[in-house]
């Protein structure tokens, strides 16, 4: 019995120290923008250690996007030179294994 509880603790411990917060993103300002301009996502764990890389996504192509600012709770970009439309905003994790679309939504002009 004593032996299942230390082997549980200690999963339990391994298991928390994988653990990689996911970076999630619930607004943009402004949500709209043109080439040049700097917006400002905000939401949590945006910080260098959760997050690498922004993109722009249209669903079909990805833009990377030049970060200025990084904080856990805001990520400030440029917008790329990309064609007007609907983009959602696309998050890579710090250690690079995920890619997630976030629910927010940018229009670029």
Known sequence: MKNWLVAGLVAAAVS?????????CTSLEPDTGKKGDTISAKGEF???KNLSEVYLTDGSKDFAVKISEQSDTEVKFTVPAIKPGRY??????AKKDSMIEQPV???VE
Request: a positive charge; proline letters at 5%; hydrophobic letters at 55%.
């Open 105 to 107: 939504v940018l229009t």
């Open 46 to 48: 945006l910080d260098k």
């Open 88 to 93: 959602h905003l696309a998050t890579l994790t």
């Open 16 to 24: 928390l120290l994988a653990f990689q917060a996911m970076p999630r």
